[in-house]
Nanobody, 122 residues
């Protein structure tokens, strides 16, 4: 099973990036998919999650700037990041859990991919 995240890069403050995670090895249409991020010296934190039915949850501080979506036919989850700020700089990870509801704890996600680095310059 692979959950490779892509789409990261260097962007100026106020810019946008679209992250993608095209899963392979199994179907995740029935799983909750999520994006986490981890900045240097900080704990991994939930950015956004989406259930199989399309219900979304966001970290409060990111509401309105980030949008999570999924395409079950492509086994892919996306994260549109807008109005990026330097404090959004982190490695962003794609994850999945068999749970039917959103879980905020990274420890309870069974599947993880390698991350993609997002760097926002001021």
């Amino acid at each position: 099973v692979q959950l490779p995240a892509s789409g990261g890069g260097l962007v100026q403050s106020g810019g946008s990036l679209r992250l993608s995670c095209a899963a392979s090895g199994r179907t995740f249409s029935g799983h909750v998919m999520a994006w986490f991020r981890q900045a240097p010296g900080k704990q991994r934190e939930l950015v956004a999650a989406i259930t199989s039915g399309g219900t979304t949850r966001y970290r409060d501080s990111l509401l309105g700037r980030f949008t999570i979506s999924r395409d079950n036919a492509k086994n892919t989850v996306y994260l549109q990041t807008d109005s990026l700020k330097p404090e959004d700089t982190a490695v962003y990870y794609c994850a999945a859990t068999r749970s039917s509801r959103v879980i905020h704890s990274a420890a309870l996600y069974e599947y993880w991919g390698q991350g993609t680095l997002v760097t926002v310059s001021s």
